[in-house]
């Protein structure tokens, strides 16, 4: 993914403003001047992601965004003030388990040590088994590299969040990083 600098500036910083050195993670920051009488200026997107130590094949001398690895805002605190990523979860519910009596699902994180995983089971079935369960606490306690009291609920909706974006990953945990 190029980076026109010609009108568009990309900051990558850590948690507190500082830039980051190319490959390494960090809060995307894009100021965006193509609009003359209304431009973006220092917009912080609550994106995560890198820029490439090396140059793009193609010849183009722009910067490249490397990858994107998240969302700030949602991301989950570890009780050492680490972050995890959401998609971290999205692989644990349904690709590591293979789960397919759960419609939708939402991992809710409340304390550094206590993750709720909200699920609608398709009609008839329990939606998570027991043996499953007990799997994806220990997965979701070693991704936080703590114990953690995982508590499944099963619910029959799950409401999108205030914008109408639906969103796998909550975080209730305040940290360094902006929660959008």
Do not use: N
Not at 51 to 72: A, F, W, Y
Not at 172 to 180: A, E
């Amino acid at each position: 993914m190029h980076v026109f600098e010609e009108t568009t500036v990309l900051e990558v910083v850590d948690e507190g403003g500082k830039p980051v050195e190319p490959g390494e993670d960090g809060e995307l920051i894009a100021t965006h001047l193509w609009q003359k009488s209304m431009p973006f200026i220092r917009y912080r997107m609550a994106d995560r992601g890198a820029i490439s130590v090396d140059p793009c094949d193609c010849g183009r001398p722009h910067l490249i965004l490397d990858r994107v690895v998240g969302r700030s805002g949602q991301s989950f605190t570890r009780s050492d003030g680490t972050l995890v990523f959401p998609e971290v979860f999205a692989h644990v519910v349904m690709r590591e388990h293979d789960i397919p009596d759960v419609r939708r699902f939402q991992v809710v994180q409340e304390s550094p040590d206590h993750i709720v995983v909200r699920f609608i089971p398709e009609p008839g079935t329990e939606g998570i088994s027991a043996d499953v369960r007990e799997r994806m606490s220990a997965r979701i306690s070693e991704i936080m590299r703590s114990p953690c009291r995982v508590d499944f609920v099963p619910e029959d909706s799950i409401d999108p969040a205030p914008g109408g974006k639906f969103l796998y990953a909550v975080s209730k945990v305040t940290s360094g990083v902006p929660d959008w």
